[in-house]
């Protein structure tokens, strides 16, 4: 911060040091990552979680925790898309906030069958709902779509923060995968074929999403469309 107010002085004499002070930061800031690293390194060793990466990106399993030493804070993602985003940047609060997410997402137990049925339910109503007549569907309208399908009745009833069913896009992703991919699910026959994103896609997270796909979170890649298909 007080670099960031001397950046902005017009005096000589303080222009002229902001590259050493500018260097002195980068230097100390290093060595706070290396020392966080190496204390967040043991941290998860002794429950059996191994990371990878350097500072300020660290890979922990499917999980990225990508520092900011200046702000003393953090911002962990599920490949792409945060599932914390404002984490104190301490050993523990990372650690906890690890374990939450991935209970959170991967620690759930889910029908596989009947995800997939609901799943192609969200693909038609979108079909019909946008008047399209191709196979071809936007894999974020589908997922908006299965958010309103998983709502109970309370909601429908009372729609307010209180009766709203939680499904973020990290758990819909993770689901997608399992599913879809992994054990590839059939659905009345058909399975569902996934369309890569194009380059304007991918800047736009109402366009694309980032599907995982490996054991990193940067093993995967830019979905935009998917469809069912005749296994």
Not at 181 to 200: C, G, I
Not at 213 to 227: C, L, Q
């Amino acid at each position: 911060k007080a670099l960031a107010v001397l950046q902005a002085s017009k005096e000589a004499a303080v222009i002229a040091v902001l590259p050493e002070l500018q260097s002195e930061l980068d230097l100390a800031q290093r060595a706070l990552g290396d020392e966080f690293g190496q204390k967040l390194r043991a941290a998860l060793d002794a429950i059996g979680v191994s990371i990878g990466g350097r500072p300020p990106k660290f890979e922990i399993g499917r999980f990225e925790l990508d520092a900011n030493f200046a702000k003393r804070a953090a911002v962990l993602r599920y490949g792409k898309d945060s599932v914390a985003p404002h984490v104190s940047l301490t050993v523990d609060a990372a650690v906890k906030a690890y374990q939450a997410a991935v209970k959170a997402i991967q620690g759930r137990t889910t029908d596989g069958a009947a995800w997939l049925a609901q799943l192609h339910d969200a693909y038609q109503n979108v079909r019909r709902k946008r008047g399209i007549d191709g196979a071809r569907v936007n894999i974020v309208d589908v997922y908006i779509e299965l958010v309103i399908l998983r709502q109970g009745r309370a909601f429908a009833v009372e729609p307010s923060k209180r009766t709203f069913s939680d499904y973020s896009r990290a758990q819909f992703i993770h689901d997608f995968y399992e599913f879809t991919s992994r054990q590839r699910l059939a659905h009345q026959s058909h399975v569902v074929k996934v369309h890569s994103a194009t380059k304007s896609q991918t800047d736009s997270p109402a366009k694309s999403l980032w599907m995982v796909e490996g054991d990193s979170p940067y093993d995967g890649r830019f979905v935009a469309d998917i469809e069912f298909v005749k296994e």
